[in-house]
């Protein structure tokens, strides 16, 4: 398939951000509600997190201040 990019961007689960923010899963879909991170789609539609977003959202409140809950 030409212009695709080879290298894929890891994705996330709810789970596997709430687990690094130390949040609940639904807190991260909130987030993505807010815009605060984006999310990816599946076919089968649920929400994937691109890990470079998360990583950078991630350096700047740290693993122990989450994110703004509201």
């Known amino acids: 398939m030409a212009g695709r990019n080879p290298e894929i961007e890891p994705l ?16 991260v879909t909130r987030w993505a509600k807010a ?12 929400r994937r997190y691109r890990a470079g977003e998360v990583q950078a959202l991630l350096e700047i409140q740290g693993p122990t201040q989450p994110v703004d809950q509201r």
């Open 35 to 46: 815009g605060k991170l984006t999310c990816i789609r599946t076919l089968g539609g649920h």
């Open 12 to 27: 996330l689960t709810p789970a596997e951000v709430a687990a690094l923010f130390r949040v609940d899963p639904k807190t």
